[in-house]
């Protein structure tokens, strides 16, 4: 299986920081990453598709870049509904997996 | 605009089944478009890909799972199932019904936590 390494596991920020979680992978996925965030009790939210698409209806603010093993996704400007748990996923070997997650809190 | 939403039981006893159901709701489940999908989060622990069904009926299972799970449509009322057998404790998780496309998973219902416990 293609481990997904986060970090930081957690990390605390103010409103308007900008903010960068990275993924690693433990093999090259050349661009199958993607990035979720996800808040309890609500649905899981596509951001970044494929390392760097801007899903549709997703704001700006939110970006992502990487190839190969290394990834990162960006917040140019932390908003009070930013504040959630970020997953990155790879889609590049018939299992996917996920990212052990990164938590954005104040 | 498209919406999941994952029922069944909240407590299953350990050995039991565990049976959850996806309504899908603004899309057809024999539409193509998607691979429709289980995956979970163990508490504490990260997200897990559980498996995908297409409206034809291919599966495809995790391998660390396939020997428990089986997963089901519907196209009558627009559904998705997953049964996992002989649960125990480890399979305590949030169930989530996703909608894959072939690179990503577009579209999620809220979650639904099972708690296995006698």
């Known amino acids: 299986d293609i481990q997904l390494t986060q970090s930081p596991n957690s990390l605390s920020a103010s409103i308007g920081d900008r903010v960068t979680i990275t993924c690693r992978a433990s093999q090259s996925i050349s661009n199958y990453l993607n990035w979720y965030q996800v808040k309890p009790g609500k649905a899981p939210k596509l951001l970044i598709y494929v390392a760097s698409s801007l899903q549709s209806g997703v704001p700006s603010r939110f970006s992502g870049s990487g190839s190969g093993t290394d990834f990162t996704l960006t917040i140019s400007s932390l908003q009070p509904e930013d504040f959630a748990t970020y997953y990155c996923q790879q889609s590049f070997s018939t299992l996917w997996t996920f990212g052990q997650g990164t938590k954005v809190e104040i | 605009q498209v919406q999941l939403q994952e029922s069944g039981p909240g407590l299953v006893k350990p050995s039991q089944t565990l049976s959850l159901t996806c309504t899908v709701s603004?899309?057809?489940?024999?539409?193509?478009?998607?691979?429709w999908s289980w995956i979970r989060q163990l508490p504490g622990k990260g997200l897990e890909f559980i498996g995908y069904?297409?409206?034809?009926?291919?599966?495809y299972y995790n391998p660390s799972l396939k020997s428990r799970v089986t997963i089901s449509v519907d196209t009558s009322q627009n559904q998705f199932s997953v049964n996992l057998t002989s649960v125990t404790a480890a399979d305590t998780a949030v169930y989530y019904c996703?909608?894959?496309?072939?690179?990503?998973?577009?579209?999620w219902g809220p979650g639904t936590l099972v708690t296995v416990s006698s």
């Open positions: 069904i297409y409206y034809s009926g291919s599966t």
């Open positions: 996703a909608g894959r496309l072939p690179d990503y998973f577009d579209y």
């Open positions: 603004g899309d057809s489940v024999s539409s193509g478009h998607h691979y």
